[in-house]
């Protein structure tokens, strides 16, 4: 069999089958056009391929996307049946019709299907549900992540809160060298605010706080270690307090309680013993990181790195979530950008306060879509996100992934995701990504396109001696 001898057929005009020879080159994910009548193409993807035994044929199936009218444009609803129709690999002007008519805006790398190369392109409006970006470490999912979201600066309004645990995109703001005036012109003014600590601030960085005063009552009684049950003395001392004389930062609680009731004093001692007035975190006079995410539809970056205490950047975390969500009915637009989720969404919460922020995160999975609040997730393996949030993902961006559970496991969430695509992954080099989902037109191979920000905030080079 040669080249062009690949034959398909459709009894549905929605899956098909093929033949064709080892030398066709066909692979999973290749878009295909199929010739199913005089001057009928039908557009195809291929998703699965039967391994060959000796010298039969090699055999597959896919599925039909619609068919192209004589202008190139893909009619997503003409699909007719065929058999014996010819089957050749997709040239780009033919793929051209496809991010035509899915409204594929957002060009974030270049597409390998069959031997073209073509521009790989998002759905911008495709954010409005909870994506998932998986790949081990070292795959490239911090820079790909970065890539997506100088896409969004470029292409959206979209507000957007950053937690960044590794200080990585503490540069958003500001665009390399020769990059495209419009493109830097445009970043420059998205104004991105970036939020640290005092111990990693430089002078265009502001400082990230946040108020005890403005947290719920559970997330307060979350950063004391309260338990309604076992602590129950104190907790009861901690609700009258508040009711008694208001919401309080906690160097005016501390002093009140000192000079109070036997439990009251008790939660003196907790707070005390907690270093909770040491905490740098502590807004005073300065506006919190809820404010500056909700205070506007701008973009907000927050290193949650360099504080003393661990349970600082959780629980400025929960309090921008939770006020994120307190202002759900306005409905503004907000993508909730985590990178290592596993910190903030994982299985396994390390204190209370990560327990309160985990149990919003969930809310906000099952419940966000329809309040504009949407999440963009990206970690190392499937198994590390709880569960009721990784199955509200409806976007997947696979990276390298070696491990074959894990693969299996993104295939039983991702039901939308082509297996045989998914098992490509653990042969994926440094920046390829497998997009499936709403914000993909098709399942895409894609090499992710360079950015346009520089990636890390604290890159340390290795010193090398002058020969
Ligand atoms: N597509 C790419 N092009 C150029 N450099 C890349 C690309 N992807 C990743 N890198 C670089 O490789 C290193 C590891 O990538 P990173 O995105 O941090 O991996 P991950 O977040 O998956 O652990 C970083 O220094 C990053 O800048
Ligand atoms: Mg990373």
């Known amino acids: 069999m040669t080249a062009n ?55 597959g199936s896919g599925v039909v996307i619609g068919s192209l009218d004589a202008a190139g444009a893909l009619q997503r609803s003409t699909r007719p049946s065929f058999r014996h129709a010819a089957l050749e690999l997709a040239v780009a002007a033919e793929l051209g019709g496809l991010h035509g008519a899915s409204a594929g805006t957002m060009v974030i790398g270049s597409w390998r299907t069959g031997d073209v190369g073509a521009d790989a392109s998002l759905r911008a409006g495709g954010f409005n549900r909870h994506t998932f970006l998986c790949g081990q470490s070292g795959s490239g999912k911090t820079y790909a992540l970065g890539v997506l979201l100088e896409r969004l600066l470029l292409q959206t309004d979209l507000r957007m809160a950053v937690f960044d645990p590794n200080a990585d995109f503490v540069h958003l ?20 605010r970036v939020l640290r600590s005092d111990s990693t601030r430089t002078e265009n960085d502001e400082p990230l706080r946040m108020r005890f005063r403005t947290m719920t009552r559970q997330a307060q ?80 970056v927050m290193d949650l790195g360099g504080f003393g205490d661990p349970s600082e950047p959780i629980a400025v975390c929960l309090e921008v979530v939770d006020e994120l969500w307190a202002q759900r009915d306005r409905r503004v637009p907000t993508l909730l950008v985590i990178d290592e989720a596993h ?74 995701a082509p297996k045989a695509m998914l098992r490509a992954s653990n042969g994926f080099v440094q920046g ?26 604290s890159d340390v080079a290795v010193p090398i001696l002058d020969t």
Not at 27 to 44: H, K, Q
Not at 344 to 356: F, I, K, N, Y
Not at 433 to 457: D, I, S
């Open 173 to 192: 703001g500001s665009t390399l060298p020769g990059v495209a005036e419009a493109d830097a012109r445009r970043i420059g003014e998205r104004n991105v």
């Open 5 to 59: 001898e690949a034959r398909a057929e459709s009894r549905d005009g929605r899956g098909f089958t093929f033949r064709a020879g080892p030398d066709d080159g066909v692979a999973p994910g290749d878009m295909v056009v199929i010739t199913a009548g005089e001057g009928v193409r039908v557009l195809g993807q291929v998703v699965d391929l039967v391994e060959p035994v000796g010298d039969e044929p090699l055999t």
């Open 221 to 300: 009684a979350a950063t004391l270690q309260l338990d309604p049950i076992h602590d129950q003395d104190e907790y009861n001392a901690f609700i009258s307090f508040l009711a008694q004389i208001g919401n309080q930062e906690v160097g005016a609680m501390l002093l009140g309680l000192r000079s109070g009731t036997p439990g009251q004093q008790s939660l003196a001692r907790r707070m005390e013993n907690l270093g909770l007035l040491e905490w740098e975190v502590w807004a005073r006079d300065l506006p919190s990181a809820a404010d500056a995410v909700t205070g506007g539809t701008g973009v907000t």
């Open 343 to 416: 910190n903030l969404c994982g299985t396994e919460p390390a204190s209370q306060v990560a327990e309160r922020l985990l149990d919003r995160l969930i809310q906000i999975a099952a419940e966000g879509r329809k309040y504009g609040l949407w999440l963009l997730l990206s970690s190392q393996r499937p198994s590390k996100i709880h569960p009721q949030i990784l199955s509200q993902c409806d976007n997947l961006m696979l990276m390298r992934m070696n491990s074959p559970d894990d693969i299996e496991e993104l295939g039983r969430t991702f039901g939308f």
């Open 432 to 457: 390829e990504a497998l997009l499936a989902g709403g914000f993909a037109p098709v399942p895409m191979l894609v090499q992710v396109r360079e950015r346009l920000t520089r990636q890390g905030g």
